[in-house]
Nanobody, 118 residues
């Protein structure tokens, strides 16, 4: 089992910045990829960014150049630095961990709200 706890959401004006954190606990050695997803009201959950255990990163086109994903292995934490925020970035942001055991298992955090005002 893996537990994920997100933090760092809040209300910010357009053009501002926020940094989200995702702390993992439990069987963290089984994790091979951590990602951030978001879900706006009335929309499907979408991928924002991922980082693998090898450090390979991936970004959605809509956040490329504005968001940066990183990790601190000593703190079992993955960060999402969000700069130049836009109102369309408003959503609940979820941390996701993909773990390998006998099968692929995905874990989700509880989500953190990000609201960008215009």
């Amino acid at each position: 089992q893996v537990q994920l706890v997100e933090s760092g959401g809040g209300l910010v004006q357009a053009g501002g910045s926020l940094r989200l954190s995702c702390v993992a606990s439990g069987n963290i050695f089984s994790i091979y990829r951590v990602g951030w997803y978001r879900q706006a009201p009335g929309k499907q959950r979408e991928l924002v960014s991922t980082i693998t255990s090898a450090g390979t990163t991936n970004y959605a086109d809509s956040v490329e150049g504005r968001f940066t994903i990183s990790r601190n292995n000593a703190k079992n934490t993955v960060y999402l630095q969000m700069n130049s925020l836009k109102p369309e970035d408003t959503a609940v942001y979820y941390c996701n961990a993909a773990a390998l055991g006998l099968a692929l298992i995905e874990y989700w955090g509880q989500g953190t709200q990000v609201t960008v005002s215009s």
